[in-house]
């Protein structure tokens, strides 16, 4: 698998017209291998790249360091978690203040669109984006339309525990989840939920954060 850094300021040869993913994807737990895998097996099927799009630090080191939860994964774990999916490449986005600013169109022509040259971009069917969570679904596939990459809403969802189930199927309760989370998960659904400057970048309801 590449790995590419810093897309957006430096001539980094990135893989084109593959099928692309975003998420902060900070620990890679069953949820997120599933739905690592679904992008790898489309991506394979058209014969093109797989790519994952993520942001290191986690934006909460940057904008809220005093709430930011303890990483499950180290990147190097993380890589190699995301390695073990199929994933053809990953691009890593350094997160700061001023990308935090970016909004979530500009990022979505720039990024996805023209350096990646996407061919289809798959994230959660609740995926929200950018400033001040600007960024959706409808969104991408408006920019998409534009930019020559089709939008998939992927089904797959994980709970609190990172455990993966399709869509119809009976949910937790919300006491069952609330026992299930660990200090570190509660703190992640604390900023996915209430730090809208910063949830975009990551925040999937039920997929990848």
């Not at 093109?48 to 934006?59: I, Q, R």
């Not at 169109?105 to 994230?123: M, N, Q, S, T």
């Amino acid at each position: 698998m590449q790995v590419l850094r810093d897309p957006l300021r430096s001539n980094v040869d990135l893989p084109r017209g593959g099928v692309v993913t975003v998420g902060n994807f900070d620990g890679v737990h069953l949820g997120h291998q599933a739905m690592l895998r679904d992008v790898a097996a489309r991506a394979r099927d058209a014969g093109v790249p797989s790519v994952v799009v993520t942001f290191d630090p986690h934006p909460l080191k940057v904008l809220h360091p005093e709430r930011a939860p303890k990483m499950i994964q180290t990147l190097r774990q993380r890589e190699e978690a995301i390695e073990a999916c199929g994933i053809d490449a990953l691009v890593l986005v350094p997160f700061t203040r001023d990308f935090s600013l970016i909004p979530a169109e500009e990022f979505a022509r720039e990024l996805l669109g023209r350096k990646l040259a996407a061919r289809e971009v798959c994230v959660g069917a609740r995926f929200f984006f950018g400033r001040e969570r600007g960024g959706n679904l409808e969104l991408l596939r408006r920019v998409g339309a534009g930019a020559g990459f089709s939008v998939h809403g992927l089904t797959d969802v994980s709970d609190a525990a990172g455990r993966s189930r399709r869509r119809g199927s009976a949910p937790r309760s919300p006491r069952a989840t609330s026992r299930a989370r660990t200090p570190s998960s509660a703190a992640r659904t604390r900023w996915t939920e209430s730090s809208p400057r910063v949830t975009g970048w990551a925040a999937r309801s039920g997929s990848p954060r």
